[in-house]
């Protein structure tokens, strides 16, 4: 299956949110979200859209300091890891990473390069990075063929 892929460019923090509300809103659970991008590249306001998405009301934040924010809602939740300071296996086991997958579960992971090894092939990748003009160009992969995320941002 060839791997889907669609990006948007965003030209303020609010564009950010709105993009991270779209992708949010076609979310069902099961769902791992690795982020890819530097630092200020617009993850954690990316991350507010994802949850405003999925019905969350949270005041969403950087989860730097807890390596995990916790975010419930009715139908699903959130959960919010900053990988910055993990690497491999291991390190991962001990975050409890793998005890927050579920069906009813969406797991949004920032520098997930750091733990790329550890995901498996179904992981959608959400690339940020800033454009000249202070906004970001986001791109989404589903390597599942995306037709879950076709049109995301249209």
């Known amino acids: 299956m060839k791997p889907y892929s669609e990006t948007v460019i965003t030209s303020s923090p609010e564009e950010t949110?709105?993009?991270?509300?779209k992708l949010g809103r076609r979310l069902t659970g099961g769902e791992v979200i690795a982020y890819?991008?530097?630092l200020g590249a617009g993850k954690t306001t990316f991350t507010?859209?994802?949850a405003m998405?999925?019905?969350l009301e949270d005041n969403v934040s950087s989860p730097t300091f807890a390596i995990?924010?916790?975010y419930h809602g009715a139908k699903l939740s959130l959960y919010h890891f900053d990988m910055y300071r993990i690497s491999g296996g291991e390190a991962l086991e001990t975050t409890g990473f793998f005890d927050y997958m579920s069906e009813d579960s969406v797991i949004a992971a920032e520098w997930s390069e750091n733990i790329e090894e550890?995901?498996?092939g179904s992981t959608i990748t959400v690339?940020?990075?800033p454009t000249e003009n202070g906004?970001?160009?986001i791109t989404l992969t589903d390597p599942n063929g995306g037709s879950k995320f076709a049109g995301t941002w249209n």
């Open 17 to 21: 949110i709105e993009a991270g509300i």
């Open 36 to 38: 890819k991008g530097g």
């Open 48 to 50: 507010r859209g994802l």
């Open 53 to 55: 998405g999925m019905g």
């Open 68 to 70: 995990v924010n916790e």
């Open 118 to 120: 550890e995901l498996d």
């Open 127 to 129: 690339a940020l990075e």
């Open 135 to 137: 906004g970001r160009r």
